[in-house]
């Protein structure tokens, strides 16, 4: 399935096709335009991610919403939380989403996040954000991918490029009823509309799990828990995939979902079985690379999705 390129917006910009870049408040307001949603603002499910690095933006930089069917899964801290977790001294405090050796983003109004290259298919969207500025004490780079594959899959790809080998963590604060399965060490999810599972496929030598951690942040975020997920060595080069699976409550089973990382020199992806049937999808590697591939599977734009559907017989 060919990537379809559209041509890189401004984030002041709504864009077509039901991909939607807008401010969070009333349309009202005199804001910078500050979050990007996928796969757009009228979808039933709906994956926002804030852009505007200010620390009086209304919500963290570089966190994310998730909502499903009514339900909210996954809520960034606001402005009031962040506020106050600039007077809080607790050493554990951790309300940034992708944490290098213990530390988030530089939050200030020119390390903006900006899209860098979007492409769509049938069934799918996806953009990609530079988000370098506010980390540049840290980084070389970091540009985070964000892929929606309908009907429920959004697929977080991070390419983080260290200045020096550093430790990486991603934090998500979900819901306190939240639960790390035992087995699978997936997160999990259950409301009484929405629900999730989120994955971070690893393989046998780099597990990637998650885990429940004390934080102060709890304290701050009411009704939530503090997960964190991340390699347990130092790495001077990070690329990691998290994969949300958001459906109705009640509509899936334990085993509907299954997960598997592939590999290549030039793309990074996943094999998603879902109720039985595989959907692929990988990451470029290299943006400027004219093209990659992935077990067998060749592409040129910065993404690729095949989602496998069996044929109907003909009666």
């Known amino acids: 399935m060919k990537s379809q390129i559209l041509p890189v917006l401004n984030l002041a910009c709504i864009l077509a096709g039901g991909l939607d870049v807008r401010p969070s408040g009333p349309a009202t307001e005199v804001e910078p335009r500050d979050c990007v949603v996928l796969p757009g603002p009228t979808n039933a499910v709906q994956f ?19 909502e499903a069917y009514g339900d909210s899964l996954l809520k960034s801290p606001g402005v009031d939380a962040v506020k106050r977790s600039l007077t809080n001294s607790a050493p ?55 892929l929606f594959v309908a009907p429920d899959l959004f697929v977080v790809f991070d390419h983080l490029v260290a200045k020096e080998p550093a430790s ?39 597990p990637r799990f998650w885990r429940p951690v004390e934080s102060a942040a709890d304290q ?32 899936k089973k334990d085993d509907d979902y299954a ?20 959907t692929l999808v990988a990451f470029k590697l290299d943006s400027a690379a004219p093209s990659a591939s992935i077990t067998g599977f060749g592409f040129n734009g910065p993404v690729a999705v095949d989602v496998f559907k069996p044929k109907r017989k003909v009666q």
């Open 220 to 251: 701050l975020l009411a009704h939530t828990v503090t997960v964190q997920l991340g390699p347990t060595n130092k790495l001077a080069t990070l690329d990691m995939l998290t994969v949300f699976a958001v459906y109705r409550a009640g509509e």
């Open 259 to 278: 997960f598997r990382l592939v590999e290549s020199n030039t793309s990074i992806g996943a094999r998603i079985h879902r109720d039985g049937w595989p």
């Open 168 to 206: 990486f963590q991603m934090v998500l604060h979900p819901p306190a009823v939240a639960r790390v399965d035992p087995v699978w060490h997936d997160l999990r999810l259950d409301l009484p509309k929405g629900a999730f599972r989120v994955h971070a496929p690893g393989t046998k030598k780099t």
């Open 92 to 146: 554990n405090l951790w309300l940034h989403n992708i944490l290098v050796d213990g530390k988030g983003p530089v939050l200030a109004t020119t390390n903006n996040m900006t899209v860098i290259e979007q492409a769509s298919g049938p069934e799918w969207k996806y953009v990609g954000l530079d988000v370098s500025a506010a980390y540049r004490s840290q980084l070389e780079s970091y540009k985070r991918g964000i």
């Open 48 to 66: 926002r991610i804030y852009t505007n690095a200010s620390p009086d933006a209304p919500h963290l930089f570089n966190t994310f919403d998730i």
